[in-house]
Every structure is written in structure tokens, then in C-alpha cells.
């Protein structure tokens, strides 16, 4: 059964404290796998797409990586504007559907 | 939100109720969807559309109806409100037939009585 898995569900870091997001999958093919951000009350915003192992992206202090298993979000000395919930998602080979994991709700204390 | 509007914001209804959660875009992007996103559950597709008079059912497609009769519409009927569909809908597109990301509208938060 194809599966998005993300750890930790919470996460509190210090302003200036680097940190990493994970997002374990298990599908049958990956056609993408995604990154967004959402903030309360508000739609997921797209962050990166990852395509293949040792696939790297980057944006300000973010910088998503991908293997054949997992794929983590990296926060370099994150600051209190990054707090929000991070979602990963992945698209089969084949097929027109999104697996999302149940994200990763991050705060970042000034 | 890439051009994708949702409508209303806020809805309350009773058990039994019917209603149309509207969602439109203005890009003639042929890919959209729908989601509802539950606490602890993550976003769930409930149907999509690949194009005007194509859709299918997604994960959780029980309860709720789609239609696409034009490229910029793409509504989502829920015939007799129940409980369980309280929640948030989320309309998506998929601009870019080779990249795949999604680009969500705004929400609507749904409270069946």
C-alpha cells in the first residue's frame, strides 16, 4: 500500500537553530515527490518538487533532499516566520493521485 | 493562490442539508481537484478532473458529487450533509502537464450540525 509517513508531527526550534524535517514514503513508482507549506487557516503553498535520488532544491533557507526511501526538509537557522506546517506528498507512476503525509507543525521561538 | 477562488469561506449546515462548494480558476488549467483535510488525517483527494466532462473519484469519494462542464469550474455537490463531512476543502490545480505540483485555493471550513 503506497504510504507518506512524516516525523517529528511537532517541532520547536530556537531562532538561528538549524533543524531537519523527515518524509519517509512507500509507493509502487514516484513520479514527484512534494514539499509545501501551509499556514493556519490558509491552502498548502508549494515549496519544491523532487524527482530522484540525490535530487537537491533549494529556496532562501530551506533545501529539500530526496533518496529512494525518505526525503528531508533542512531549516538553516530558521527564523519565527517559518513557523507553520510543512506537508509532504508524493504522486504514483500510472496514476493521477496525490498521497499526503499528515505533516510536520513547526515553531520557531524568537 | 495561482488564480484558484473558492467560495464560500464559511459554511454551516444541518444534517440532511444539500450544497455546491464553488471553485474556479481563470488559467484554463485542465487538472483540478478536490481535498478535505481532517485533523491528523492529512489532505485526502475526494475527486478530479483532467479536463472539461472528464473526472474520477479519488480516495474518499463517498457523499459528494463532481461535474466539469466548463475548463474554469469545477464544483463540488454534497446531496444530504452528514457529520462526518465536517470539515476543510481544499480546490487544487495542476498547472504543468510535466512537473505535477499543485497549486490549493484559500479553503472552505464546513460545520454539519
Known amino acids: 500500500e503506497d504510504q507518506v509517513t512524516q516525523s517529528p508531527e511537532a517541532l520547536r526550534l530556537q531562532e538561528g537553530e538549524s533543524s531537519s524535517l523527515n518524509c519517509s514514503y512507500t509507493v509502487s513508482g514516484l513520479r514527484g515527490l512534494f514539499w509545501y507549506r501551509q499556514d493556519p487557516g490558509k491552502g498548502p503553498e508549494f515549496l519544491f518538487t523532487?524527482?530522484?535520488a540525490g535530487e537537491e532544491k533549494e529556496k532562501e533557507r530551506l533545501k529539500a533532499t530526496l533518496t529512494k526511501k525518505e526525503s528531508f526538509l533542512h531549516i538553516t537557522a530558521p527564523k519565527p516566520e517559518d513557523s507553520a506546517t510543512y506537508l509532504c506528498?508524493?504522486?504514483?507512476?500510472?496514476?493521477?493521485?496525490?498521497?499526503f503525509g499528515t505533516g510536520t507543525r513547526l515553531k520557531v521561538l524568537a | 493562490n495561482a488564480g484558484v477562488t473558492q467560495t464560500p469561506k464559511f459554511q454551516v449546515l444541518k444534517t440532511g442539508q444539500s450544497m455546491t462548494l464553488q471553485c474556479a480558476q481563470d488559467?484554463?488549467?485542465?487538472?483540478m481537484s478536490w481535498y478535505r483535510q481532517d485533523p491528523g488525517m492529512g489532505l485526502r483527494l475526494i475527486h478530479y478532473s483532467v479536463g472539461a466532462g472528464i473526472t474520477d473519484q479519488g480516495e474518499v469519494p463517498n457523499g459528494y458529487n463532481v461535474s466539469r462542464s466548463t475548463t474554469e469550474d469545477f464544483p463540488l455537490r454534497l446531496l444530504s450533509a452528514a457529520p462526518s463531512q465536517t470539515s476543510v476543502y481544499f480546490c487544487a490545480i495542476t498547472p504543468h502537464r510535466d512537473s505535477y505540483e499543485q497549486y490549493f485555493g484559500p479553503g472552505t471550513r464546513l460545520t454539519v450540525t
Open positions: 523532487l524527482y530522484s
Open positions: 488559467m484554463n488549467h485542465e487538472y
Open positions: 506528498a508524493v504522486r504514483t507512476s500510472g496514476t493521477y493521485k496525490y498521497i
